[in-house]
């Protein structure tokens, strides 16, 4: 495992707790300053190394998005057993896990989503399973921060067979965007390099969540929980945790 690609677990509150997943071909670094902020909120809080992540890019390979979607699962059962409110926060590809675990497990109590990706406009993607059976990487797509001197730990190639997985995953996620109903909290950089706008514009407009918040990020780029809108996306995520507990708690009442 790379050096600062742990796995994160801080226990906290057995009311509220939240399970954070990180994005393709990057670790817990990127979420690691998240998920202390929402330790020190006084959360109990999860973020798992995706299998294939945190090693070696060729191990990615040798993954699919249902060996990355069982650890987020299994985290979030574990959670669950410890806590009675539970919420799931993505970036990225962690987006895209975190709306099938929405779409899987109705009782979450909200999703926090940050440059989710369901799609891409780019043309050589539907040539990518054609690809990746004979070109094994690209050049990689980590790394886009607007903060100077700020660095994603991530694999510093694109392994195609994971990104062609990962395409299959986007399918299956919007499929069924329509069965995703909890609060949403979507947060979106102004200017992204990774996934485009498009992304950000079908999830809001396809689940069917009434209770839907959108925050576009004017200072940072794709990976905007290392830029400089972290303090903000921080903030507002803990403000949205409680403010959703609080109407549940008062629903139950």
């Not at 109590?109 to 369901?118: E, R």
Request: glycine letters at 6%; hydrophobic letters at 45%; charged letters at 20%.
């Amino acid at each position: 495992m790379l050096v600062g690609a742990e796995p994160f677990a801080h226990e906290g509150s057995e009311d509220i707790g939240v399970l954070l997943c990180h994005g393709f071909t990057s670790t817990p670094q990127s979420m690691r300053a998240w998920a202390e902020h929402l330790a020190e909120a006084g959360l109990s809080v999860r973020c798992p190394l995706l299998p294939g992540h945190g090693t070696r890019w060729q191990d990615l390979n040798r993954t699919t998005w249902r060996d990355w979607y069982s650890a987020v699962e299994h985290a979030l059962d574990e959670l669950r057993g410890r806590c009675r409110t539970v919420f799931v926060f993505g970036l990225s590809m962690g987006g895209t896990l975190t709306l099938r675990l929405a779409e899987q497990h109705p009782d979450i109590a909200g999703i926090v989503l940050v440059n989710p990706s369901v799609m891409t406009l780019r043309k050589e993607a539907k040539l990518l399973p054609l690809i990746s059976r004979v070109v094994p990487s690209l050049a990689a797509i980590a790394g886009d921060i607007a903060k100077p001197e700020t660095v994603e730990l991530a694999y510093s190639r694109l392994p195609l067979r994971g990104m062609a997985s990962l395409q299959q995953l986007w399918g299956v996620v919007r499929a069924d965007l329509a069965s995703v109903r909890q609060p949403l909290l979507l947060l979106h950089s102004a200017v992204d390099h990774v996934v485009e706008p498009e992304n950000s514009a079908i999830v809001l407009n396809e689940v069917s969540s009434e209770d839907v918040t959108e925050v576009v990020l004017d200072d940072s780029y794709h990976v905007a929980t290392l830029d400089h809108d972290a303090p903000r996306i921080f903030g507002d995520s803990v403000e949205f945790v409680h403010r959703v507990h609080r109407e549940r708690a008062g629903e139950t009442v």
